[in-house]
């Protein structure tokens, strides 16, 4: 009897341990993926940089709304630029919406001007779930130390209208300001909006 307690005790932790959830000021959860070029990426290759993972879904409205206008590809931009390694993932799975492989993926950077750093490939969802991304967009920050440092949506006006863009407080650009500056950051936990990630 005692060995069937331990036994369950046991199963329960590791049940537990495998759905840990990734928590802001703890280790981001580490991974390893394939980008649209085929090369393996893991978070553990950007040490001492900082990350920023952006969950996409290009036929996604709210996803659309920061591409149309130019809003997204400008902050990748700008934080690029100073060094941030920008990491646009697609958990979208075979068959739903916004699945891409890597040919159609670099055809759309390259349409729509889009500058991350690598776009990961995610048709499993086994990223998507270790990060628990729920929608899309959906924005993590990891700080050179590979903490955790924000989660949650790229802005204050969970809109699909482009409009809303000038007026919302920008998120992920604060936090990465705030934290490149040695400072908390401010809003590190926010609900994220846009379409559920289609796993």
């Known amino acids: 009897m005692r060995m069937l307690k331990t036994l369950v005790l046991a199963a329960s932790l590791a049940s537990t341990a495998a759905i840990a959830v990734p928590k802001v000021g703890e280790p981001a959860p580490a991974f390893t993926a394939t980008d649209s070029n085929g090369k393996t990426v893991q978070l553990s290759d950007f040490k001492g940089k900082f990350v920023v993972l952006e969950w996409s879904n290009n036929e996604c409205p709210f ?48 349409e729509r001007g889009a500058v991350p750093t690598a776009v990961l490939l995610d048709p499993s969802g086994k990223l998507g779930h270790e990060y628990e991304a729920k929608t899309t967009p959906h924005m993590f920050v990891v700080d050179p130390k590979g903490t955790l440092v924000y989660m949650g949506g790229i802005d204050s006006v969970a809109s699909a209208d482009a409009e809303d863009i000038a007026g919302a407080r920008p998120y992920v650009k604060v936090a990465l300001a705030e934290a490149m500056a040695g400072k908390p950051v401010t809003d590190a936990v926010t609900k994220p909006y846009g379409c559920s990630v289609k796993y």
Not at 71 to 87: A, D, H, P, R, Y
């Open 63 to 110: 996803v659309k709304k920061h591409y149309s206008s130019g809003n997204m590809q400008s902050l990748q931009k700008e934080e690029t630029g100073k060094g941030v390694t920008w990491l646009t993932v697609i958990s979208s799975a075979p068959g739903k919406q916004g699945n891409v492989d890597g040919k159609q993926a670099n055809a759309l950077s390259k």
